[in-house]
Nanobody, 114 residues
Framework: QVQLVESGGGLVQAGGSLRLSCSAS????????MGWYRQAPGKQRELVAV???????NYADSVKGRFTISRDNSKNTVYLQMNSLKPEDTGVYYC????????WGQGTQVTVSS
């Protein structure tokens, strides 16, 4: 059974930081590309950052220079370090694993107050 479990969300003031974690089980973590997506109220889900199995990274323009995605294959975990948070970063953040099949976590809420 595949499980992606996100944690680390919460309420933070603008300018603050949060670190999200996504722990994966039931998949061969090392061969999966891992991503973070977010969905704000009334908006479509959007890509935030992705890290491939080969450790290449890609970011949405809106988070470049503020967010960092990383992975620890020994712990089957992907992280999203979020700095200089803005109110527009508010949303539910979802973890995603992709290798032929796409899996999603249940999401973790991030709220940034102004």
């Amino acid at each position: 059974q595949v499980q992606l479990v996100e944690s680390g969300g919460g309420l933070v003031q603008a300018g603050g930081s949060l670190r999200l974690s996504c722990s994966a089980s039931g998949i061969m973590f090392t061969i999966n590309d891992m991503g973070w997506y977010r969905q704000a109220p009334g908006k479509q889900r959007e890509l935030v950052a992705v890290i491939t199995s080969g450790y290449r990274t890609n970011y949405a323009d809106s988070v470049k220079g503020r967010f960092t995605i990383s992975r620890d294959n020994s712990k089957n975990t992907v992280y999203l370090q979020m700095n200089s948070l803005k109110p527009e970063d508010t949303g539910v953040y979802y973890c995603n694993a992709r290798y032929r099949v796409v899996y999603w976590g249940q999401g973790t809420q991030v709220t940034v107050s102004s």
